[in-house]
């Protein structure tokens, strides 16, 4: 990275910083409803290389060439920006999510100029793991450590979420800045997003003879085309008709009397199902594993999916298929990961099952025509933090 830096910028860097992405093993489209989520990090990471500028210019220049971490207009190429100049959605591509960053610190009054940034990432694009949020967070820790703001990783997380639903227009929680930022190794992070609260759960899915498998279906999908902002929108809708704040404020034994006054709106029945039954499995979930009996977390995965499936309505043939054929090769449980319409799917399998099933996923998607998916193993990983 620092060679990298020094080719593109003719100097060496002040430092190099990392984000990783994430994967969610449940609470999914809660975040905006103030609900549960729990998420980890992965070992994939975007690094950035920065230094500070005096004058104002913010150069941003990517080592690949397309998707959420890289220019738009090409491999090797520059975006350079005026930071007085910025403003909501007058940047676009990739270069939205890191100068959104600058932007939403400016506007908190942070005493934030410019900089020369270059990144490099192995956070799948498009794949459901939050590259976009890797990216903003990475970018915010070294404007942090640059400008020696003294900045808590939560802050600069809810920095980073303002960027992207302000600056760059997608109407996300705060889930995926919170576990780029706030995520520990070899455990998964259980958030609260009504009130930030932090619980940092062990997950040693190794020492006790299982794993947890990432499909990456390599569907790609943009959360930034509607279908995300309509799903919002109707979980809000629903939380007006319901005289509540957020869905959050829906018990699970109120649902039956909650969806019997949104009779006239089954779109908005739908998602206060989803979102009311996933806040009680983030619940199930953190109970079996407080318990010690993480297998049994594998039915509340599947019972997820299919709320994603049929109430929200986000999946897609790809993600059902990764999900039904690992199912029917032994799995323990799998649901499909992150804002939908593509990405990836989540599988928890027993170690020695893991290759079987990997290798029945992978046949599955031959016979469908469907591009051959990435499958790894998610290792609960560190959240941002100072490289060198």
Same mark, same amino acid.
């Given at each position: 990275?620092?060679?990298?830096?020094?080719?593109?910028?003719?100097?060496?860097?002040?430092?190099?910083?990392?984000?990783?992405?994430?994967?969610?093993?449940?609470?999914?489209?809660?975040?905006?409803?103030?609900?549960?989520?729990?998420?980890?990090?992965?070992?994939?990471?975007?690094?950035?290389?920065?230094?500070?500028?005096?004058?104002?210019?913010?150069?941003?220049?990517?080592?690949?060439?397309?998707?959420?971490?890289?220019?738009?207009?090409?491999?090797?190429?520059?975006?350079?920006?005026?930071?007085?100049?910025?403003?909501?959605?007058?940047?676009?591509?990739?270069?939205?999510?890191?100068?959104?960053?600058?932007?939403?610190?400016?506007?908190?009054?942070?005493?934030?100029?410019?900089?020369?940034?270059?990144?490099?990432?192995?956070?799948?694009?498009?794949?459901?793991?939050?590259?976009?949020?890797?990216?903003?967070?990475a970018t915010a820790f070294a404007l942090n450590d640059l400008y020696g703001l003294?900045?808590?990783?939560?802050?600069?997380?809810?920095?980073?979420?303002?960027?992207?639903?302000?600056?760059?227009?997608?109407?996300?929680?705060?889930?995926?800045?919170?576990?780029?930022?706030?995520?520990?190794?070899?455990?998964?992070?259980?958030?609260?997003?009504?009130?930030?609260?932090?619980?940092?759960?062990?997950?040693?899915?190794?020492?006790?003879?299982?794993?947890?498998?990432?499909? $990456?279906?390599? /569907?790609?999908?943009? *959360?930034?085309? =509607? !279908?995300?902002? +309509? @799903?919002?929108? &109707?979980?809000?809708? #629903?939380?007006?008709?319901?005289?509540?704040?957020?869905?959050?404020?829906?018990?699970?034994?109120?649902?039956?009397?909650?969806?019997?006054?949104?009779?006239?709106?089954?779109?908005?029945?739908?998602?206060?199902?989803?979102?009311?039954?996933?806040?009680?499995?983030?619940?199930?979930?953190?109970?079996?594993?407080?318990?010690?009996?993480?297998?049994?977390?594998?039915?509340?995965?599947?019972?997820?999916?299919?709320?994603?499936?049929?109430?929200?309505?986000?999946?897609?043939?790809?993600? $059902?298929?990764? /999900?039904?054929?690992? *199912?029917?090769? =032994? !799995?323990?449980? +799998? @649901?499909?990961? &992150?804002?939908?319409? #593509?990405?990836?799917?989540?599988v928890l399998v027993e170690e020695a099952d893991a290759e079987a099933v990997g290798k029945a996923v992978t046949e599955s998607f031959a016979a469908a025509?469907?591009?051959?998916?990435?499958?790894?193993?998610?290792?609960?990983?560190?959240?941002?933090?100072?490289?060198?």
């Amino acid at each position: 990275m620092a060679g990298a830096f020094r080719a593109a910028y003719g100097t060496g860097p002040a430092g190099i910083w990392a984000a990783p992405g994430r994967v969610n093993l449940i609470g999914e489209h809660t975040d905006y409803n103030d609900g549960f989520v729990m998420p980890l990090a992965l070992p994939h990471t975007t690094l950035v290389a920065a230094r500070p500028r005096t004058d104002g210019v913010l150069r941003l220049r990517s080592a690949h060439p397309a998707g959420a971490s890289a220019p738009v207009r090409g491999k090797g190429r520059t975006v350079e920006l005026a930071v007085e100049d910025l403003r909501p959605a007058a940047v676009g591509g990739w270069a939205g999510y890191p100068a959104g960053v600058v932007w939403a610190m400016r506007q908190a009054k942070l005493p934030v100029g410019g900089a020369d940034l270059h990144y490099d990432s192995t956070v799948p694009v498009g794949a459901g793991l939050s590259s976009s949020a890797a990216l903003e967070v990475a970018t915010a820790f070294a404007l942090n450590d640059l400008y020696g703001l003294g900045l808590a990783p939560q802050s600069l997380a809810q920095l980073a979420q303002r960027a992207e639903n302000a600056f760059v227009g997608v109407p996300c929680g705060i889930m995926d800045q919170t576990a780029a930022a706030c995520c520990t190794q070899g455990h998964a992070l259980f958030l609260d997003t009504r009130d930030l609260t932090r619980r940092q759960v062990p997950f040693d899915l190794a020492g006790e003879g299982l794993r947890l498998l990432v499909v $990456d279906t390599r /569907v790609k999908h943009e *959360l930034g085309d =509607g !279908a995300y902002a +309509a @799903r919002r929108a &109707g979980c809000e809708r #629903g939380a007006r008709a319901l005289g509540v704040h957020a869905l959050r404020d829906v018990g699970y034994t109120q649902l039956p009397a909650a969806l019997a006054r949104l009779d006239g709106d089954p779109v908005a029945q739908r998602y206060v199902r989803h979102v009311v039954t996933e806040n009680r499995r983030v619940q199930d979930v953190i109970e079996h594993l407080d318990a010690g009996d993480t297998r049994a977390i594998g039915p509340v995965l599947s019972a997820g999916h299919a709320s994603l499936r049929d109430d929200f309505e986000i999946s897609c043939a790809e993600l $059902d298929l990764a /999900v039904d054929s690992a *199912l029917a090769a =032994g !799995a323990l449980g +799998a @649901r499909m990961t &992150g804002g939908g319409f #593509g990405g990836s799917a989540i599988v928890l399998v027993e170690e020695a099952d893991a290759e079987a099933v990997g290798k029945a996923v992978t046949e599955s998607f031959a016979a469908a025509g469907h591009t051959a998916p990435r499958i790894f193993t998610a290792v609960p990983g560190q959240g941002a933090h100072r490289v060198e």
